[in-house]
């Protein structure tokens, strides 16, 4: 499924051409519930008014010619959309991150915290990157501000079911300014660990005992890493840089590095050189990667799930579940690049990582012995095919 570099200059136009008007996060919203920077809720891409793209992406087909297995995916319920009855709290969390060039800037983080967040307790915690033009509210809304997000809902939802178990959820966002998007992709990587997290940790009661290096090293298999599109970039680069601190990885719609020609045989045996120099192996980590079948990365994703599988020794291909493999694709039929199609794949992903005690109710058979395996915040996967 090589590409040449001609249509990949193609992929990377129109990447830059829908980023402000799609799923990757305009500042005037998207299709997906994403935020503005006032929080407020806009709807530029509804299904009836389709970007240019997306309907050029209409002819293609649902299922696409591959070696990479796809395994079969499950929505979640209508009224996830709705409020849930038991409802957590989404508040702004300030802090300051110091640059490599010693310059300090002011930021902000969203954090959900479950319904019923005690400090007697303690939480796995997911970092959820937004995509580009994408701010900290575009997934987790403007709590303080009496402002929900439907991604917000479907996650009270989950938990009020247990099908997963109570997670802290934490949004940064991308500092403008750059010189170019390796060099943001680094200073992201480097504020999330070095800053963030310790604030994060200490503030909220984790697995971490303790918010040194050590500590946060300790607790990583309580703590995943997620984003779409170019939040789903920095996710596959969290892994290359910060394993030490996330055990799952969910990234969706992008891949590791859309910026190098399109290099992905290169940046992929990159990665596999990085972590197996630093001692990783399969067991380490586990990866839930999804895409929509009418997403514009679509080809490019599949290609990446199709390198890394050629390393199976780091990278275990599974199609039913973490105990039987570190790395999952999943493919939604019909879905386009848009963030509110990505809490499909969040859905889905977020019951591998941190599965509850229900989560036989909504997978597949072979789930209940996995989720014996990998409940109550042990980091464990969840054993399906069909999800």
């Known amino acids: 499924m090589k590409k040449g570099r001609k249509a990949w200059a193609l992929f990377l136009a ?6 402000l008007l799609s799923g990757c996060g305009s500042s005037t919203g998207s299709s997906a519930g994403g935020k503005t920077d006032a929080g407020k809720e806009e709807n530029l891409t509804a299904p009836d008014e389709k970007t240019e793209e997306e309907k050029e992406n209409d002819d293609i087909q649902d299922t696409a010619e591959g070696d990479v297995g796809i395994i079969e995916t499950a929505n979640f319920p209508d009224d996830y959309e709705q409020e849930a009855d038991q409802q957590g709290q989404v508040t702004k969390l300030d802090y300051t991150y110091t640059t490599a060039s010693g310059d300090a800037e002011s930021k902000q983080a969203m954090v959900y915290l479950p319904y019923g967040y005690s ?4 939480y796995d915690v997911l970092y959820l990157m937004h995509g580009m033009g994408g701010t900290q509210y575009t997934f987790l809304g403007n709590g303080d501000d009496g402002d929900r997000s439907t991604f917000t809902n479907v996650v009270d939802h989950m938990i009020e079911d247990k099908v997963i178990q109570p997670v802290i959820i934490v949004a940064p966002t991308i500092t403008p300014g750059y010189s ?4 943001m992709i680094n200073s992201l990587c480097d504020e999330v660990t070095t800053t ?16 040194d290096k050590a500590g946060l090293e300790a607790s990583r298999d309580h703590r995943a890493f997620g984003g ?13 840089k910060e394993t030490q601190y996330f055990r799952y990885y969910m990234p969706f719609s992008m891949i590791i590095d859309y910026s190098n020609d399109g290099d992905i045989e290169g940046t992929t045996k990159a990665l596999y050189d990085t972590l197996e120099s630093e001692g990783y192996t399969s067991d380490d980590f586990d990866i839930y990667a999804a895409c929509g079948t009418k997403d514009y990365t679509n080809l ?13 020794d780091m990278f275990v291909y599974t199609s039913s579940g973490f105990s039987n493999g570190n790395l999952m694709y999943a493919e939604w039929p019909g ?3 848009r963030y509110s199609e990505s809490y499909q794949y969040f859905y889905c992903g977020l019951m591998r990582c941190f599965p509850g005690e229900a989560v036989e109710g909504v997978l597949s058979s072979d ?5 014996e395996n990998g409940s109550a915040g042990s980091g464990g996967g969840v054993s399906t095919g069909s999800n």
């Open 14 to 19: 129109a990447l830059l051409a829908i980023a």
């Open 119 to 122: 400090d007697s307790n303690q």
């Open 180 to 183: 170019d998007d390796g060099q």
């Open 196 to 211: 963030l997290m310790p604030l994060v940790e200490s503030t909220y009661h984790t697995y971490a005992d303790s918010t």
């Open 228 to 240: 779409f599109s170019m939040g789903a970039c920095i996710t596959w680069n969290m892994l290359w």
């Open 300 to 312: 490019y994703v599949r290609q990446q799930i199709e390198e890394l599988e050629k390393y199976d």
């Open 335 to 337: 879905h386009y690049h």
């Open 367 to 371: 789930a209940s012995s996995a989720a």
